[in-house]
């Protein structure tokens, strides 16, 4: 049984920062790609930033240069630095791993709870 966990969230007024993090625990064979998705009230969800394996990164327009991802491959956690923080960054943040049990298995994809990050102006 795998888990993705996410914390971090909270309340923050506008141009302050919060740090997200997801742990996935359970049988973990190795993890590619993990990313962190968001999703406001009445819109689609959408994604924030990705990281691979080796490091590599991408982000959405809107958080380029105010959030920046990252990951610690020993803990097969991933982390979501969000600084300058904008009333529009209001949303449920969600992780999200492809990983594989066995090395056996194909890459599935996984995804935590949610966490609620709510910015006020």
């Known amino acids: 049984q795998v888990q993705l966990v996410g914390s971090g969230g909270g309340l923050v007024q506008a141009g302050g920062s919060l740090r997200l993090s997801c742990a996935a625990s359970?049988?973990?064979?190795?993890?590619?790609?993990m990313g962190w998705y968001r999703q406001a009230p009445g819109k689609q969800r959408e994604l924030v930033a990705t990281?691979?394996?080796?490091?590599?990164?991408n982000y959405a327009d809107s958080v380029k240069g105010r959030f920046t991802i990252s990951r610690d491959n020993a803990k097969n956690t991933t982390y979501l630095q969000m600084n300058s923080l904008k009333p529009e960054d209001t949303a449920a943040y969600y992780c999200?791993?492809?990983?594989?049990?066995?090395?056996?298995?194909?890459?599935?994809?996984?995804w935590g709870q949610g966490t609620q990050v709510t910015v006020s102006s």
């Open positions: 990281i691979s394996s080796g490091g590599s990164t």
């Open positions: 999200q791993a492809f990983l594989r049990i066995t090395r056996w298995d194909p890459p599935r994809g996984y």
């Open positions: 359970g049988s973990v064979f190795s993890i590619n790609v």
